[in-house]
């Protein structure tokens, strides 16, 4: 697991270093970039280098990952600075068991995944960089053709509602 977390300014260093091709591959200003992404053949490296304008198209990205690879995510903790988010953290929709409810014990669904996907505001740049990524898994993936059937994955288009 540890190597999957890197220095967060190595990472950002290479971002600044780089030329401006790569820098335009690894910058996700709107849903079309996340669209011509090719989940499958990108390695822990290249989620390092990835760059968002916003915090909602971070979660977008690694959404549309999940569902790719056959898990749900869900919003975690972030953290706030004057009013205004400075991090936010990403996790399996399994993350973390569930011990000492209130409420009567529902089947299990949680199993103690530490999948993650970590990112904050770099305010030089203010744009959303990834701090932290974990992609080690202890359970089945859902087929990708029953993805669209897990929580995240569930949305309800407007033209669906116009129908």
């Given at each position: 697991m540890d190597e999957n977390r890197n220095n967060v300014s190595d990472h950002v260093d290479e971002d600044a270093t780089s030329n401006a091709v790569d820098m335009d591959q690894y910058h996700i200003s709107s849903w079309e970039d996340i669209s011509k992404i090719d989940f499958s053949g990108l390695s822990i490296e290249n989620i390092y280098q990835f760059h968002f304008?916003?915090?909602g198209l971070a979660f977008e990205f690694y959404n549309s990952y999940a569902k790719m690879r056959g898990?749900?995510?869900?919003?975690?903790?972030?953290?706030?600075v004057d009013g205004k988010f400075r991090e936010k953290k990403?996790?399996?929709?399994?993350?973390n068991k569930l011990e000492n409810r209130v409420r009567e014990p529902k089947p299990e669904?949680?199993?103690?995944?530490?999948?993650?996907?970590?990112?904050?505001?770099?305010?030089i740049t203010e744009s959303w960089v990834?701090?932290?990524?974990?992609?080690?898994h202890n359970h089945e993936f859902v087929v990708p053709k029953l993805a669209r059937m897990l929580r995240s994955h569930k949305k309800i288009t407007d033209l669906d509602i116009s129908k």
């Open positions: 304008v916003d915090l898990f749900s995510v869900r919003k975690s903790r972030s953290r706030k990403y996790i399996l929709e399994k993350w669904t949680r199993c103690g995944c530490m999948s993650r996907f970590h990112v904050f505001l770099y305010v990834v701090r932290d990524f974990c992609d080690e």
